[in-house]
């Protein structure tokens, strides 16, 4: 069955410095895969998403990721991390083995320190 | 306005207790979801409908029922409710297949 690892539980980084936010995926078919941010107190946003097109797929606020079909892996990155960006984020796996069902990762909380 | 549109944002009830929540859509999506979110487990579907008539379960739904009445509105019922569904609840919509969901802001649910 499809399914995310979110390989950390919570990143910190200094405000200016860059982001790495790591996503591994199991997957039998050719996934279509996102990554959602959450802030406090509200819903799921979508950062970005990678639907077999170009496997470097850029998002909203300066966050990109890239899909490495050998690796399984799907991380997200950012340059330089701004106050913000401090939230949850979410990587999620969906494919035709489960309807097309979302399989959520267990979420990374992003902490950036001034 | 808010175009997924969950009511109420917070509720705090009893065991036993039937619960109703509430979502609403301006988005004109056919597709609509129901999680759950409890730390360190990410978001886990409950239900979901692809359109009135279709309603299908999803990885946890005991405990639960939906009911689709209209395009616009899915409603996610416990009809005793106990205190391990203490949780976040989200509602979602999406216009097809593999593509990005719309969350609402989700429901705070606290049963004592």
């Known amino acids: 069955a499809q399914s995310v690892t979110q390989l950390d539980s919570h990143v910190s980084v200094s405000e200016g410095t860059p982001v790495l936010l790591r996503c591994n995926y199991s997957?039998?078919?050719?996934?279509?895969l996102f990554w959602y941010v959450q802030h406090p107190n509200k819903g799921l946003q979508l950062l970005l998403k990678?639907?077999?097109?170009?496997?470097l797929v850029k998002g909203i606020n300066g966050f990109e990721a890239e899909f490495k079909k050998s690796e399984t892996s799907f991380h997200l990155t950012k340059p330089s991390a701004h106050m913000s960006d401090a939230a949850e984020y979410f990587c999620?796996?969906?494919?035709?083995?489960?309807?097309?069902?979302?399989?959520f990762g267990a979420g990374t909380r992003l902490t950036v320190k001034p | 306005d808010a175009d997924v549109t969950q009511t109420p944002r917070n509720r705090i009830t009893k065991t036993g207790k039937r619960i109703m929540l509430e979502c609403s859509q301006t988005k004109g999506h056919d597709r609509m979801y129901w999680y759950r979110q409890d730390p360190g487990l990410g978001l886990r579907l409950i239900y979901y409908s692809f359109d009135v008539k279709d309603i299908n379960k999803g990885e946890i739904s005991d405990g639960y029922s939906v009911s689709r009445q209209a395009q616009a509105k899915f409603s996610l019922s416990l009809e005793s409710a106990i205190p391990n569904q203490t949780a976040l609840y989200f509602c979602?919509?999406?216009?097809?297949?593999?593509?990005?969901?719309?969350f609402g802001d989700g429901t705070r649910l606290s049963i004592l």
């Open positions: 990678y639907t077999s097109a170009a496997t």
């Open positions: 997957s039998s078919y050719s996934p279509s």
């Open positions: 999620v796996v969906s494919d035709l083995e489960n309807n097309n069902d979302m399989r």
């Open positions: 979602a919509t999406s216009l097809g297949l593999n593509q990005p969901q719309h």
